[in-house]
């Protein structure tokens, strides 16, 4: 079974605090995600890497940064934290690159509250 | 931007009954494949079927089947025999190169 693990389900944070959210995929998968999900906007992408130390931005990167050093980990930054990032974040992976075939498999969810 | 469109916000279904679920799709590539993933009030979203836009033949998974519409751009999820386990969102999703654009979701309600 694939597994996507993320730090923590719950967390809260102040205004203008630097953010660190991780992920962690145990199926050696090639490509890892960030989405952020809002009452009635569905799940928008923040970012994603298609391999190590590579990262392409999504639809909505803005106030947002990531960092992929091992294959395995992806870690979403909120370099100073915002009232307006108070969101459910869900962390992503899937097997390889390319294909419009490839599933992706998400961890739990982090939900985020910035007060 | 290509759309992904589920114009239900809410479903009511009773026990054992059939429902379907819809959702409509823009897109302009020749090849795309279609997810449809659940998320239940614990947050994970769960993978339960995917469509090919080559593929032949409706893709089905146990109580869950699609009902592909490539013409009409539309991938309908069908449950059958509803459960009480089945109340969760529902998002469809489309696949582009490597990304997945979803819907805005439907919350479906069993009822016993």
């Known amino acids: 079974d694939v597994k996507v693990t993320q730090s923590s389900r719950y967390l809260v944070k102040r205004t203008g605090e630097k953010v660190f959210l991780e992920c962690v995929q145990d199926?050696?998968?090639?490509?890892m995600f960030w989405y952020r999900q809002d009452p009635g906007l569905g799940l928008r992408l923040i970012y994603f890497s298609y391999d190590v130390k590579m990262k392409e931005k999504g639809d909505i990167p803005e106030g947002y940064s990531v960092s992929r050093e091992k294959k395995e980990r992806f870690s979403l930054i909120l370099e100073s934290a915002s009232t307006n990032q108070t969101s459910m974040y869900l962390c992503a992976s899937s097997l390889r690159s390319g294909g419009v075939q490839e599933t992706q498999y998400f961890g739990p969810g982090t939900r985020l509250l910035v007060l | 931007a290509q759309k992904i469109t589920q114009t239900q916000p809410g479903m009511f279904v009773q026990e054992k009954e059939a429902v379907t679920l819809d959702c409509t799709y823009d897109t302009s590539d020749p090849s795309y494949g279609l997810f449809w993933y659940k998320q239940p009030s614990s947050g994970e979203m769960i993978f339960l079927i995917y469509?090919?836009?080559?593929?032949?033949q409706n893709a089905t998974e146990g109580r869950y089947s699609l009902n592909f519409q490539k013409a009409r751009k539309s991938a309908n999820l069908v449950i059958s025999a509803s459960q009480l386990g089945d109340s969760a969102m529902y998002f469809c999703a489309r696949a582009g190169y490597s990304t997945l654009t979803f819907g805005k979701g439907t919350m479906l309600l069993v009822s016993p």
């Open positions: 199926m050696d998968h090639e490509n």
């Open positions: 469509q090919g836009s080559y593929d032949q």
